[in-house]
């Protein structure tokens, strides 16, 4: 090993994982375009022609088979998510006999895009760059068990990567540099699977709906790999993602008009270093068809404790069904204001995008 070797190894043995700021990154919920429109709304209505991750025994009523394609542009505080109009989720629905319809989805749920400076262990400053972020998919199978009741079984699953990019800067007892390392972490979140269960009453007129995920488990695997040398170590540690609840109502006072009330509840995160609190998020949301395959929405949700504490958001939406019912595209766009730690007044802007497609099978 040659002696610049040495010194490398000899400088980060001794420097642990550094987690970055922020945890995971800039949360979001797992929600599609037509429900962002609605301020978050979709756990207690019916989805015939979209998934929802919130509450996935509403896909039980769909008759044709579907895929979805949504996609996020953001202008605010986060560097990860703003100027990027980029992938937030897939999904996809299959209907089989016997009432069954088999779904799956997966879903952005945090970016990660931060920098750094840290005085380490004997006032060696090092300078580290994260980016990456989380994942979150869905697998599993609705059944309607009569006209007006459905019940879904599966699996959530979380999982993620996050690389670090770290520069160490040894200083000597005089001005002079004695040596330079730099090095790359990649922590992986491997797969960490927990049930989920949901259940859906729906008679056209009135929704109620309400799934329930267990807490996962999975582990951090840590991969230091040094610039200057082939050389190489990893270590590996246990992570936990609480579970979540989501429960909604819906109601149609009039037949072209759908309004609706969400709460979504997560228990405390303690993941990478940082702790995002228990809390919940309560939306309320309303959808009129105006005929001609146009659907018009607006909505208001509100945070109370969870990544952004005391955050208001007010939607504006549309969508658009073509004749044949084949095909759809929805917009939407959101407003987002909050108080931080410092009580600084920050907001942030967001559009949301997808189209779906359906195709009738099994003869239906």
């Not at 309560?282 to 955050?311: C, P, Q």
Request: with cysteine; charged share 20%.
């Amino acid at each position: 090993m040659t002696i610049i070797a040495c010194l490398v190894l000899s400088l980060t043995a001794a420097v642990d994982y550094q987690p970055p700021p922020g945890g995971i990154g800039s949360e979001i919920l797992p929600m599609s375009t037509r429900s962002f429109g609605m301020g978050g709304v979709s756990a207690g209505i019916e989805a015939g022609k979209s998934f929802s991750m919130l509450n996935p025994a509403a896909s039980a009523w769909t008759g044709s088979a579907g895929v979805s394609f949504g996609g996020r542009y953001s202008d605010g505080l986060h560097t990860a998510w703003s100027g990027i109009l980029g992938f937030p989720s897939i999904s996809a629905c299959v209907p089989l006999p016997g009432n069954i319809v088999v779904t799956g989805a997966i879903e952005a749920r945090s970016r990660l895009d931060e920098s750094a400076e840290y005085l380490l262990g004997g006032s060696d400053p090092g300078s580290f760059t994260w980016s990456g972020g989380m994942m979150e998919t869905y697998a599993g199978a609705s059944w309607r068990v009569s006209d007006w009741f459905s019940l879904s079984l599966g699996g959530k699953c979380t999982f993620g990567d996050i690389m670090s990019e770290v520069s160490i800067l040894q200083m000597g007892p005089g001005p002079s540099t004695i040596d330079s390392s730099e090095y790359r972490d990649d922590a992986r979140l491997q797969m960490a699977w927990g049930p989920m269960l949901g259940l859906m009453f729906n008679t056209g007129s009135f929704g109620l709906g309400l799934s329930v995920s267990t807490e996962r488990k999975g582990t951090i695997s840590i991969d230091r790999s040094f610039r200057e040398t082939e050389d190489a170590e990893g270590w590996e540690e246990e992570y936990t993602v609480p579970g979540d609840l989501a429960a909604g109502v819906s109601f149609r006072p009039a037949g072209r008009l759908l309004l609706g009330f969400d709460l979504y509840s997560r228990k405390a995160l303690n993941l990478l270093g940082s702790r995002t609190p228990e809390g919940t998020v309560y939306s309320a949301g309303a959808e009129l068809n105006a005929g001609a395959g146009i659907l018009v929405r607006s909505g208001y949700s509100y945070m109370d404790g969870l990544w952004r504490d005391g955050s208001s958001r007010v939607t504006l939406g549309s969508g658009y069904v073509f004749e044949s019912d084949r095909a759809g595209v929805d917009l939407a766009l959101g407003y987002e204001y909050w108080r931080d730690e410092l009580d600084r007044y920050c907001d942030e802007t967001v559009f949301s995008i997808s189209l779906w497609a359906s195709e009738k099978w099994l003869g239906e």
